[in-house]
């Protein structure tokens, strides 16, 4: 059994259709997209912190799975955006571009930790003002990492992802299950 260190139900979902067991511990640690790391490294220290956190809450006896996704244009990193004016400037950034999603993942266990970062490139294409108030008013972009989800209405304004989309769902699982088996873990 592993514990997903996440509320998030595109995790879970992703875990379930790979078929692990495991269990939901929201993480207590905090994000803090600002801090004075490259993208890559930032995004993969944001995983472990979470995955560490709830290890540790929760007795060491099992192992923890940890991520954390971040999109990053331009070398800024765009976190889930604060009210929907900062979702459209997030948007009205991504319109007609091509960014990545950064997705760091960790497994931390008897006291050590396996972490790596997948990247994916997202082109979206150009996206007009009405379309970018239309989406935000569904709600859909506001606990998302760039403000959309590949998986939900945001698709509409994907052109082409080169790399695992399940990783700019939020968890790659290609990685996840290298890491559960390198951390001693079925996957």
């Known amino acids: 059994m592993v514990i997903l260190a996440s509320q998030s139900p595109r995790r879970s979902e992703i875990l379930r259709e790979m078929g692990i067991s495991f269990r939901v511990v929201p993480s207590r640690y905090e994000e803090k ?41 331009d070398g800024a990193v765009l976190g889930k955006p604060a009210d929907e004016a900062e979702a459209a400037r ?23 930790h396996w972490s790596s970062v997948c990247v994916s490139r997202v082109t979206f294409r150009k996206m007009s003002g009405n379309e970018i108030r239309d989406y935000i008013a569904t709600g859909e972009p506001m606990d998302k990492a760039g403000a959309y989800a590949v ?9 082409k992802v080169d790399g695992p989309v399940s990783n700019v769902i939020g968890l790659p ?13 079925p996957g």
């Open 33 to 73: 997209n600002d801090r004075p790391l490259p993208p890559d490294e930032l995004v993969r220290l944001q995983a472990e912190g979470k995955a560490e956190e709830v290890w540790r809450r929760c007795g060491g006896e099992e192992p923890v799975l940890g991520a954390d996704t971040i999109v990053v244009l």
């Open 90 to 112: 997030m948007l009205e950034r991504l319109s007609g571009r091509t960014h990545e999603v950064m997705t760091g993942v960790s497994v931390f266990r008897d006291g050590r």
């Open 151 to 159: 998986q939900g209405l945001g698709r509409k304004f994907v052109e």
């Open 173 to 185: 699982k290609t990685l996840a299950e290298e890491l559960l088996r390198r951390a001693g873990e």
